[in-house]
């Protein structure tokens, strides 16, 4: 391949990830906005850290605990067969990003009904993190599969084999369906994202559960708006389906 | 033993909060002995643990692209491409050609199941 067609290649990727990335950021918003704006979810009880987070500035490096804590429960909650992840979801690509997913949507929704952020800063940072997570995902995967595939010198003339091939040697697999089949896990769909956002609101005050339902309402309404303006040019999307999701 | 889900995540964050150091990753372990967690969903809150370390990073690296006037998609796409420095121009293109073919037919899935 020339450095022209592979430049012509990360060009379509740039253009096709605007649209792409936006549409499906809203179509979350959308189904999320669905399954929980008048929903009754009790809380349990309330913790000072949790509050804090919903408080801080949006992507603040402290936000990290909070998500780890919750990783940890995600995890412990899978293993005792509480709250089961479903096929395919097991996976720490899988995890990290539901919790990434769930507790931002919470977080955003929250700020955007206290009036610290506006609709369009929230579903700009919510369509970030998407972008964040396919980065680091495939910046992991990808180290580990050169690891991997540097471990296959079986004679000296195969070492200059390419990272596919060797990796194809070691019965591993094809790396492009191996990288791209960790990177869409970045996107949590909705539908498995619910489920722990419901149990992820239990921790935080009546209050701030009264404003992240808000929020989600505020944020599925801003939504349609994007899919309307986005439906003609998205393809991809399933009209019929699209159309009960916009009644 | 917790039970439930909420018992869990409130076990971990009264820990977390009464945790006089902070230290996230030591109190995890210690939580995770206390539940009684196996090897593999100790080595699973290892590995998630780690990409909620590598999202930061990649924050960071957004938010830094941003204040010099790069665009997001702008640094996706060359993020992705250094990410990928020691694959082959051929490896590089057929992801950025997956990714992009997959992104599509995500949004047709998730449109078809919700």
Redesign the interface.
């Known amino acids: ?1 020339d ?1 022209q ?2 430049n012509d ?2 060009a ?7 649209e ?2 936006r ?2 950021s809203a ?2 918003s959308l ?1 999320i906005g669905k399954e929980l704006s008048d929903e009754e979810i009790k809380t ?2 309330e ?4 509050q804090e987070y919903l408080d801080l500035p949006l ?1 603040d ?1 402290a ?3 909070i ?7 995600v ?6 067969g ?2 089961i992840l479903p096929e395919g979801y ?4 899988s ?3 539901i ?2 997913e769930g507790l931002t949507r919470i977080k955003a929704a929250y700020q955007v009904a206290e009036g610290m952020v506006n609709p369009v800063e929230a579903e700009e940072m919510i ?3 998407q ?10 995967v ?2 580990r599969l ?1 690891e991997k595939a540097n471990q296959y010198v079986a004679k000296a003339e195969e070492a200059a084999l ?3 091939d060797k990796l194809v040697a070691l019965g591993l697999g094809r ?3 191996i ?2 089949a960790a ?2 896990r970045a ?1 949590p ?3 498995v994202v619910v489920p722990y956002v419901k ?2 609101v ?2 935080i005050t009546p209050n701030a559960q009264k404003a992240v339902k808000k929020g989600i309402k505020m944020a599925a309404e801003f939504a349609r708006n994007v899919i309307n303006k986005t439906a003609n040019k ?6 019929k ?2 159309a009960k ?1 916009l009644e | 033993m ?5 018992g ?3 076990s ?3 820990s ?2 009464k945790s006089e150091s ?1 230290d ?2 030591s109190l ?1 372990k210690e ?2 002995e206390e ?1 009684g ?2 090897e593999e ?1 100790k080595s ?2 290892k ?17 830094s692209a941003r204040e010099d006037g790069i665009s ?6 060359e ?3 250094n ?2 420095a ?15 073919n ?13």
């Open positions: 391949m450095a067609n592979f290649t990360k379509r990727f740039t253009q096709h990830t605007e792409t990335s549409a499906m179509l979350q189904a349990i009880r913790f000072d850290s949790v992507n490096p936000e990290d605990k998500k780890k804590i919750f990783v940890t429960a995890v412990a909650a899978h293993q005792k509480i709250l097991d996976n720490a690509e995890i990290a990003s919790v990434d369509y970030d993190r972008a964040v997570r396919t980065a680091a995902i495939t910046d992991f990808v180290e050169v390419s990272v596919s790396l492009t369906d990288v791209c990177a869409v996107y769909p909705a539908a149990q992820f239990h921790v998205v393809k991809s999307f399933a009209k389906t699209l999701l | 917790e039970q439930t889900f909420e869990i995540l409130s971990l964050l009264d977390y909060e902070k996230i990753d995890l939580k995770s539940f967690l196996t969903s699973l809150v590995k998630a643990s780690e990409y909620i370390d590598k999202f930061a990073e990649k924050t960071a690296s957004l938010e997001m998609k702008r640094w996706l796409t993020d992705l491409d990410s990928m020691v694959l082959s121009d051929d490896e590089k293109s057929e992801i950025f050609e997956e990714l992009t997959g992104k599509d037919d995500f949004i047709h899935k998730i449109t078809e199941e919700e």
